[in-house]
């Protein structure tokens, strides 16, 4: 119990990381894959060939190798990134593939005879995306995209190889001077499970509710 209260406040402050880095890595995903997802269904070949292009090689690579790529790779073209904005960046970019795929299958999932539907009574393009499309649409995105934001936490934690201090890095520089693991470890699962089964239940119930 003295371990506890005594590593405490230095775990805390990986886990406040660890949350800065996973929803920065959250909200920049949505501002840049739903657009992407949207072009991806919507758009002229030129524009979805790219995207299609970037997702299906983004989700491919290994996130470690991302994270490499952007923190030691980008430098060779005088691209110099700190590491805790290039652990944004990479996690981002992997986070910005799965969201477009997301949107993608939310958007496909709606029955074309809607669209038609909707064309046929005098709604014009934008209020058929925005009456008829959007709100189904957003039904069938939220389920695997909360179980996607599980992802992101637990991703979050290779931002350590970084030297980034989230909380993984903090349990290991606690573990390297106590030499006390087993504990440790087991106060760090916690920590992540408090963070990760609200989500995963959150992620059961819209999907029961809404598919």
């Given at each position: 119990?003295?371990?506890?209260?005594?590593?405490?406040?230095?775990l805390?402050?990986?886990l406040?990381t660890?949350?800065?880095?996973s929803v920065?890595v959250?909200?920049?995903s949505l501002?840049i894959g739903?657009?992407?997802g949207c072009m991806?269904v919507?758009?002229p070949l030129?524009?979805?060939?790219p995207?299609?292009?970037?997702?299906?090689?983004v989700?491919g690579v290994?996130?470690l190798?991302?994270l490499y790529f952007v923190?030691?790779?980008?430098?060779v073209i005088a691209?110099n990134?700190p590491s805790?904005?290039?652990a944004?960046?990479a996690?981002t970019?992997f986070?910005t593939?799965q969201?477009?795929e997301i949107?993608r299958g939310?958007?496909q999932s709606?029955?074309v005879d809607?669209?038609?539907?909707?064309?046929s009574i005098?709604?014009?393009?934008?209020?058929?995306?925005v009456h008829?499309?959007?709100?189904?649409?957003?039904?069938?995105?939220?389920?695997?995209?909360v179980?996607?934001?599980?992802?992101?936490?637990k991703?979050?934690?290779?931002?350590?190889?970084?030297?980034?201090?989230?909380?993984?890095?903090?349990l290991q520089?606690?573990i390297?001077?106590?030499?006390?693991a087993?504990?440790?470890?087991?106060?760090?699962?916690?920590?992540y499970?408090a963070?990760n089964?609200?989500l995963?239940?959150?992620?059961?119930?819209l999907?029961?509710?809404f598919?």
């Amino acid at each position: 119990m003295a371990l506890f209260f005594q590593t405490l406040p230095f775990l805390l402050d990986g886990l406040l990381t660890t949350l800065l880095v996973s929803v920065s890595v959250v909200v920049l995903s949505l501002a840049i894959g739903i657009p992407l997802g949207c072009m991806l269904v919507f758009g002229p070949l030129w524009a979805r060939l790219p995207i299609r292009l970037y997702a299906d090689f983004v989700r491919g690579v290994p996130i470690l190798v991302l994270l490499y790529f952007v923190y030691y790779g980008l430098p060779v073209i005088a691209v110099n990134l700190p590491s805790l904005p290039a652990a944004v960046v990479a996690l981002t970019a992997f986070k910005t593939a799965q969201i477009i795929e997301i949107a993608r299958g939310a958007f496909q999932s709606i029955p074309v005879d809607q669209m038609e539907a909707a064309k046929s009574i005098g709604l014009t393009l934008p209020d058929r995306f925005v009456h008829v499309l959007a709100p189904q649409a957003v039904r069938r995105f939220l389920p695997p995209f909360v179980n996607s934001v599980v992802d992101t936490v637990k991703g979050s934690s290779l931002v350590s190889l970084l030297g980034v201090v989230d909380l993984m890095l903090s349990l290991q520089q606690v573990i390297g001077r106590t030499h006390i693991a087993l504990p440790l470890y087991g106060i760090g699962a916690l920590m992540y499970f408090a963070i990760n089964f609200p989500l995963s239940a959150l992620s059961r119930r819209l999907e029961k509710r809404f598919i």
